[in-house]
């Protein structure tokens, strides 16, 4: 399975971005985003089950929405109000079990996407 980003990009803060994931197959696997800063460990921003149940940090709590089309194959992340902590490159996962999501060990990860906040 291979996961493509996309839709990052420099924004100013307050501005939003979405991000979109393509998987190259049809899949109904649990989906997250993971973010790493220079410097800073990856964390995980959101997730979302394979029964549509969805999880998020308290930094992207009221702020990112995820979202999935099975249809196309895609997940999203809508982020709104977006701050200069935000700047990272954002990676999309993809694994059968939500907890291989949730703690860092999902099975496909993407090339990345870099978001940059400007203050």
């Known amino acids: 399975v291979e996961l493509v980003e996309s839709g990052g990009g420099l924004v100013q803060t307050g501005g939003s971005l979405r991000l979109s994931c393509v998987a190259s197959?049809?899949?109904?696997?649990?989906m997250g985003w993971y973010r790493q800063a220079p410097g800073n460990r990856r964390e995980l921003v959101a997730s979302?089950?394979?029964?549509?149940?969805?999880n998020y940090s308290d930094s992207a709590k009221g702020r990112f929405t995820i979202s999935r089309d099975n249809a196309k194959n895609t997940v999203y992340l809508q982020m709104n109000n977006l701050k200069p902590e935000d700047t990272a490159v954002y990676y999309c996962?993809?694994?059968?079990?939500?907890?291989?999501?949730?703690?860092?060990?999902?099975?496909?990860w993407g090339q990345g996407t870099q978001v940059t906040v400007s203050s």
């Open positions: 996962v993809s694994d059968w079990n939500i907890r291989a999501v949730l703690s860092d060990s999902p099975q496909y």
């Open positions: 197959v049809s899949i109904f696997n649990a």
């Open positions: 979302i089950s394979r029964g549509g149940i969805r």
